[in-house]
């Protein structure tokens, strides 16, 4: 958690989460007052142009007659904190499919992915696939290039200088007979 705010009037109070998840920022607000109308449950992604997304949310008529009126010394924590955990369960359901990937590598595989099997392509990746992959051919690296291009490669041994500058160095030439083409085994 980055960060909680709680805070309580006679007419209202608040919980206030910002959690990161991964890659992405999340925020999950508590809002309730005297009446339902104002009241609300929601968590919000934060997106790439610096905007609060709404994520999921939960209805007050679900769950404004299991808290108390407000007023001042309420404990905020107690009220809200079942209704933040829940949001953020269902927060983490959603998101966490895709949370150990980096936008800017879902962007260059789905490319990789839409030129070999088409822009609505789909591929099912097995464990063996995986295992094999490892296992024959170079490393596989993704380097980002200044022309803003991306090099996917299993061509080049772990110590080529390719790989292994960091700068647009070539390939020595000496990675064939490494094995490093993957379609050579
Ligand atoms: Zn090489």
Redesign the pocket.
């Known amino acids: 958690m980055v960060d909680e705010s709680l805070s309580a009037t006679e007419g209202y109070y608040t919980l206030l989460r910002i959690v990161h998840l991964g890659p992405h920022t999340v925020r999950v607000r508590v809002h309730r007052q005297i009446e339902v109308e104002p009241c609300f449950a929601a968590a919000e992604v934060l997106s790439v142009d610096m905007t609060w997304t709404p994520l999921v949310m939960h209805h007050p008529d679900d769950w404004f007659d299991r808290t108390a009126t407000p007023f001042k010394h309420i404990n905020v924590k107690a009220e809200l904190e079942p209704l933040a955990d829940g949001l953020m369960q269902r927060v983490t359901a959603i998101l966490v499919k895709s949370i150990s990937i980096p936008e800017h590598v879902l962007d260059v595989v789905g490319a990789l992915l839409a030129m070999a099997y088409g822009s609505t392509g789909e591929h099912l990746v097995t464990p063996d696939d995986v295992r094999w992959a490892k296992a024959n051919g170079?490393p596989f690296r993704a380097i980002d290039r200044r022309d803003g291009s991306v090099l996917l490669t299993k061509?080049?041994?772990y110590d080529?200088?390719?790989?292994t500058s960091e700068c647009d160095v070539p390939?020595?030439?000496?990675?064939q007979a490494a094995g490093?083409d993957p379609s050579l085994n």
């Open positions: 170079g061509a080049h041994r080529c200088p390719l790989l390939c020595d030439g000496k990675c490093g």
